[in-house]
Every structure is written in C-alpha cells, then in structure tokens.
C-alpha cells in the first residue's frame, strides 16, 4: 500500500476537504484526488464522501483513518529512527503564539531551518488555541498554565509575570493590596481566566471580573497604557513599559507563580525526530540567548 497515498488520505481526513488538504501538501488537488482514488480502488471501498462543502468520511473512512493515522506515525518512526544523526527532511508544521511568536520564537524556527537544509518549516503564528490534529500540526508552542487536555507537553522554560496598571489608573482608582481587594477593580482579561497568587507556601485563586478582554498580550498592555483596568502579563511583555514608566507593578506581595513555556503535541508514546530537534533547541534558546532573558530570573 502506498505510503503517500495513506498519508495524503489522513490530511483530507484531517483537513475536511481535497483543497485545504493539497495547500497543506503543497501538491495540486488532481494528484490528491488521483491518490484518493488508487487507495479507494484497492482497498475496494469508499473513504470518502464528496460533499458541496468538501469531503465527508464514511463510516468506514472514519474507522480507517485512525490505523491509517497510527500507520503513516510509525513508518515516520521508522525513518527517524534510521536517518544520520541530525539529518531531517520533511515537513514541521508549527503553532506559535502571536503574542512572543514574530519577536521570541521566529528566531528559533529560522535557526531550525538554517541548521537543517533538508527540513521545511512552516509556522502559523495565532494566540487562538489550534486543533493540532484536525489541522495537522506536528506540534505548537503555548505559554502560561495549561489547560487539561490529551496532548502531551514539554516544558522548555519558565514563564514570569505580574500584575501592572498605568499611574493614571492608580491615580484615580487606588491599587489592591491584597488578592480580595482585586475584585473591586477592573481587570484586563483574555476571557473568563481565573488568576493566582502566592501567598508564602499557599497559593490564593482570584475570579477577576471586567469590561475589555482580548485575546492577544499586546492588546492588554494597550488596555493597561490607556488605564482601562489591571492586567496579569508576562514581564517579557510588561518590562519595557515598566522602564518607561507607563505601567507600574501592583500587588507585588502577591506574586503569581511561575508559569511555563511548553512544546505541545498530539498522543503518541514518542515525539518525532522533528519535534525532539525543535523542543531541544527552544531549550537551549532559553537557557542562554540574550533575546530570551526577560523570560528567566
């Protein structure tokens, strides 16, 4: 059975239709079509149903799409497993943060690149959570706490934060001194978060509530410029802002703990040699670059 074939099957699967599957391939939508019928016509039955709105599993695509999945996963084991040392080729597909990805993690990527000619890296760059699966990506990177999930995650490195407000907002509303006092004021949110707080060896979870929420760090800071309310940001994002004295630190007996920088990836009871490579180089990137020092204490 052809190997491409099956793995041209899992991305329409994966995809929802033979268009977004060929952009992903980067190949024409004939030759995915003509693959999807040579596998058809051995297997001797119908994957897939074409829809208007795309392409549909059958009932029988739907159970042969997870063997196929866990097929194409282990041939690329194998070949991971032979390849020299170092030597990658093929396709890593990325999702990166909006917020840090053009200015933190886009260096990472091009060096991935540089050191290995072979490997063609493409990286989509939104703070909206992607399906990793469903769209077909090797891995993401995704900062703060994580939510519980089935994905498997890598920490590569701490992530610092604290609360910040504009001196205007002090000014005209006055700063919490403790986590209860928080919830008199107004808090810059991404959507319905709940913060926490260190309070000696016990940690204190505050329900913030307020009028602007956004999903991107650098749509709250301008929140926070503009003396909208308090936002918990990262001090990668916050410094600047801090040295200029446009925001000011509030709360600071309270800090928030640690949070993390993770490399997530679908189940499998091995990362392939593709995202090994990347988890161990984003390591190293925030063990010792420069460009990378406001994430460490």
Same mark, same amino acid.
């Given at each position: 059975?052809?190997?491409?074939?099956?793995?041209?099957? $899992?991305?329409?699967?994966?995809?929802?239709?033979?268009?977004?599957?060929?952009?992903?391939?980067?190949?024409?939508?004939?030759?995915?079509?003509?693959?999807?019928?040579?596998? /058809?016509?051995?297997?001797?039955?119908?994957?897939?149903?074409?829809?208007?709105?795309?392409?549909?599993?059958?009932?029988?695509? &739907?159970?042969?799409?997870?063997?196929?999945?866990?097929?194409?996963?282990?041939?690329? %084991?194998?070949? +991971? %497993?032979?390849?020299?040392?170092?030597?990658?080729?093929?396709?890593?597909?990325?999702?990166?943060?909006?917020?840090?990805?053009?200015?933190?993690?886009?260096?990472?990527?091009?060096?991935? &690149? #540089?050191?290995?000619?072979?490997?063609? $890296?493409?990286?989509?760059?939104?703070?909206?959570?992607?399906?990793?699966?469903? /769209?077909?990506?090797?891995?993401?990177? #995704?900062?703060?706490?994580?939510?519980?999930?089935?994905?498997?995650?890598?920490?590569?490195?701490?992530?610092?934060?604290?609360?910040?407000?504009?001196? +205007?907002?002090?000014?005209?509303?006055?700063?919490?001194?403790?986590?209860?006092?928080?919830?008199?004021?107004? &808090?810059?949110?991404?959507?319905?978060?709940?913060?926490?707080?260190?309070?000696?060896?016990?940690? $204190?979870? $505050?329900?913030?509530?307020?009028?602007?929420? %956004?999903?991107?760090?650098?749509?709250?800071? &301008?929140?926070?410029?503009?003396?909208?309310?308090?936002?918990?940001?990262? +001090?990668?994002?916050?410094?600047?802002?801090?040295?200029?004295?446009?925001?000011?630190?509030?709360?600071? #007996?309270?800090?928030?703990?640690?949070?993390?920088?993770?490399?997530?990836?679908?189940?499998?009871?091995?990362?392939?040699?593709?995202?090994?490579?990347?988890?161990?180089?984003?390591?190293?990137?925030?063990?010792?670059?420069?460009?990378?020092?406001?994430?460490?204490?």
């Amino acid at each position: 059975m052809d190997i491409e074939a099956l793995r041209t099957f $899992v991305e329409v699967a994966n995809a929802g239709g033979v268009s977004p599957a060929a952009r992903r391939l980067n190949v024409s939508k004939s030759i995915v079509s003509r693959r999807l019928a040579r596998l /058809e016509a051995e297997l001797g039955i119908q994957l897939l149903a074409r829809t208007t709105r795309g392409a549909a599993l059958t009932e029988a695509g &739907a159970t042969f799409r997870d063997h196929a999945a866990r097929a194409c996963a282990e041939i690329d %084991a194998a070949r +991971d %497993a032979i390849l020299p040392s170092g030597d990658l080729r093929g396709r890593l597909r990325v999702a990166a943060p909006l917020t840090f990805g053009p200015t933190h993690f886009a260096s990472v990527f091009a060096e991935m &690149a #540089r050191r290995h000619p072979q490997l063609h $890296v493409h990286a989509s760059y939104s703070d909206r959570f992607a399906d990793l699966v469903a /769209e077909g990506f090797d891995c993401a990177i #995704r900062v703060g706490y994580l939510p519980d999930s089935n994905l498997i995650a890598r920490c590569v490195g701490p992530l610092y934060g604290k609360l910040v407000a504009s001196p +205007d907002y002090v000014a005209a509303h006055g700063a919490p001194e403790t986590p209860d006092e928080l919830l008199a004021h107004e &808090a810059l949110m991404q959507g319905t978060e709940a913060w926490q707080f260190s309070d000696g060896d016990a940690v $204190v979870t $505050v329900h913030p509530r307020g009028r602007f929420k %956004a999903d991107n760090g650098t749509a709250l800071i &301008a929140a926070a410029v503009a003396g909208l309310g308090i936002a918990w940001l990262p +001090d990668g994002l916050t410094q600047p802002y801090l040295d200029a004295g446009t925001l000011v630190p509030v709360m600071p #007996r309270y800090p928030p703990p640690a949070a993390g920088i993770y490399v997530i990836r679908p189940p499998g009871p091995h990362p392939s040699l593709k995202v090994r490579a990347l988890t161990e180089l984003l390591i190293a990137c925030f063990d010792e670059t420069p460009q990378h020092a406001a994430f460490r204490r």
